[in-house]
Each structure stands twice: as structure tokens, then as C-alpha cells.
């Protein structure tokens, strides 16, 4: 087995002491008054004979791994997968790495995953927590570990959150439904009392009580395809439907095309949450975009400045606008009950 390169190697390679070669490779060359043409062929050299720090006696000397474990629920998920991209990107530029995981929305499964980034000794967390997580959560804040939540928050627990503006979104994608004379507009979510999923069911009501409407919902598991059948069934007089979720309205497009139904002149169809594809549907799915990028952005930024600055993060809940993307599903017909 080839013997591992050390700084000590090099010092003797380089006839120079081993903390020159220290202070070169973290970086305090110019602090320490070391030429720069002296330490220009310390990184060289270290490249050349294939060096890599000791990352655990790092740590143990800094008190930091520069790592940072992440939580979501799915990362396959367009808007977790794009979140966490965007997020990895930036930490990497500050010199962090992300390392992340699915928690399939499982608190047991969320508990597993944060023993293991203690384990590795993650110098911050972010957090889309499920159901159940909230003793979890307060242990990190206690241990001084900076955590931030981000899609969905805690009720009840001071914590550093950003979200997307839920009731607002469900509140303006019902009122369009609305202004394009849809007036049995059907609200499709998920059996979820997360905050996320209340916030949506909430600007959902305003919006039809505000109309003098009928409130019309279902609330479903994932396998939500027969569901949404059966309530397409049992309703007929619906001539809209607003999705909380991405996969709902997959499953809700999947039972339209079971009972022949088209959008929008049998019924209308909106979704909260974009999908890459939905552009190319035909018709093209109206959708409530969440502005990831600056979720994205707003979550890493939070967090490293925290770790960078050493101060404890602002206990507050941060809530970004989003935006309706107005595709053909909802257009605007001659609405005919069935």
C-alpha cells in the first residue's frame, strides 16, 4: 500500500519546517510572512506528490469538518432536488460540503440519518423535518449547532425557518380560478397536518369564502389516484381543481385521463408547485412556482454566515413570495356542468 503523504514529508522534500507547510496549505501564508514564491512551490510540490489533508485531525484542531447535513423529504422531488443543487453549489464556493438525504417524511428515518451527520461531526443542519422531529431539532439548537428549517417549520418551536408564502400561493391560484368564472373549484391535498399543507388549505378557503362558494376537498395519501376518481365521481358539478402538491396533480392528470375528462373545458386544473415537464403537457398545467432559487440561496446563506460569523442564528421565520405561472389548463371557457 503506497504511504500516505504527509506535511511532514514535504517539509523534508521542500527543506522548510513543517508548520511553513502548515500555515501554507490552510491558507496563512501571507499572515505568517511567507513569500509568496515560497509558498507557490509548497502547493505545487503538494499537488505534484498527491497530497490530502487529514481531514479528522483537522477537525480536531479547528473544532470544524466544514460539512453540513440536509433533510428533505424526497430528493428525487423537482423542487427538493433543485433546492439542494442550488444550495450545494453555494457551499461548495464557501468552502463547505453538503452532504444530503431522503427522509420519505419518516421521523424514524429522520432520527437515523441526524445520528450519522453527528456522527461525522456536521457543523450545521438544514432541515425539511416531518411529523415528530421537534425533541430532535431542539437537541441540535441546545448542543449549539445552528439548524435551519426550510418548506415547512415547527409551531411551537423558536427556530430559524424560510418558507414559501403557501397561503398565498393557494390563496391567488384559487382567486384565478375564480376570475375565469370557474365556480366549483375542488381543492386535492394531502392528508398532512403540516404547516406547509394548512397554510395551502387555508388561502384555498379564504379565497372560495371570500367568493361565497362551495368548499369543495379531498384529502389523500400519495396513492391518491382513486381518491381522486372517486371524489371526480361523487362531485360532478366540479368544473375546477387546485392540487397543493406536484405529485398530486400527476395523480389528478392520470385520473382525468381515466374518466376522459379534458382541461380546461371539463374542468379546469391548477398545481401548487411547478414541474419542469408541466410546460410541454398538453394542456400546458397552470402552476403556483415557488421561487427556489432564493429559498435556496436564503437557507445556505443563513447557515454559513452563522458558522462563519460564530453567532447564533435569528430565530424567525422568513417568507418568500411566489409567483402563478398561467398556462392553458385554467384558460378561460364556457364552462359547462356535467
Known amino acids: 500500500m503506497k504511504k500516505k503523504i504527509s506535511i511532514y514529508d514535504i517539509a523534508r522534500e521542500m527543506n ?41 485531525a483537522k477537525s480536531l484542531r479547528t473544532g470544524k469538518t466544514r460539512t453540513i447535513g440536509m433533510l428533505v423529504e424526497d430528493i428525487a422531488d423537482p423542487f427538493f432536488g433543485t433546492a439542494a443543487r442550488i444550495m450545494e453549489g453555494i457551499a461548495r464556493q464557501r468552502g463547505y ?5 431522503s427522509t420519505a417524511n419518516d421521523a424514524e428515518v429522520a432520527k437515523g440519518l441526524l445520528d450519522v451527520f453527528r456522527s461525522a461531526q456536521a457543523d450545521g443542519y438544514i432541515i425539511a423535518p416531518p411529523p415528530g422531529l421537534v425533541a430532535e431539532i431542539q437537541a441540535l439548537q441546545e448542543d449549539g449547532l445552528p439548524v435551519v428549517l426550510f418548506d415547512r417549520y415547527c409551531p411551537g418551536l423558536p427556530s430559524a425557518n424560510v418558507v414559501a408564502d403557501n397561503f398565498g400561493g393557494a390563496y391567488k391560484a384559487t382567486r384565478h380560478l375564480l376570475q375565469n368564472g370557474f365556480r366549483r373549484i375542488g381543492l386535492v391535498t394531502s392528508d398532512s397536518s403540516q404547516v406547509q399543507m394548512t397554510d395551502r388549505l387555508r388561502g384555498y378557503a379564504q ?26 365521481e361523487r362531485h360532478t ?25 379534458r382541461a380546461p373545458e371539463d374542468i379546469a386544473v391548477v398545481s401548487f408547485d411547478d414541474h419542469p415537464h408541466f410546460s410541454l403537457f398538453s394542456p400546458a398545467v397552470t402552476a403556483v412556482a415557488q421561487p427556489v432559487q432564493t429559498i435556496a440561496e436564503t437557507v445556505i446563506g443563513r447557515l454559513i454566515d452563522s458558522l462563519e460569523s460564530n453567532t447564533p442564528l435569528a430565530l424567525q421565520t422568513d417568507i418568500l413570495p411566489i409567483s402563478l405561472i398561467i398556462r392553458d389548463s385554467s384558460a378561460r371557457v364556457a364552462v359547462q356542468h356535467r
Open 16 to 56: 522548510v519546517s513543517s508548520a511553513t507547510v502548515s500555515y501554507v496549505l490552510n491558507g496563512k501564508a501571507a499572515q505568517k510572512r511567507i513569500s509568496a514564491s515560497l509558498a507557490q512551490r509548497i502547493i505545487t510540490h503538494a499537488r505534484e506528490v498527491g497530497y490530502r489533508p487529514n481531514m479528522i
Open 237 to 261: 358539478e366540479l368544473d375546477a381543481l387546485l392540487f397543493t402538491t406536484g405529485y398530486l396533480t400527476m395523480s389528478g392528470l392520470e385520473a382525468l385521463a381515466h374518466l376522459q375528462l
Open 207 to 232: 379565497a372560495i369564502e371570500e367568493a361565497d362558494c362551495p368548499p369543495l376537498i379531498l384529502q389523500t395519501s400519495a396513492a391518491a389516484k382513486q381518491d381522486i376518481i372517486d371524489f371526480l
Open 97 to 101: 460540503h453538503l452532504f444530503y438525504a
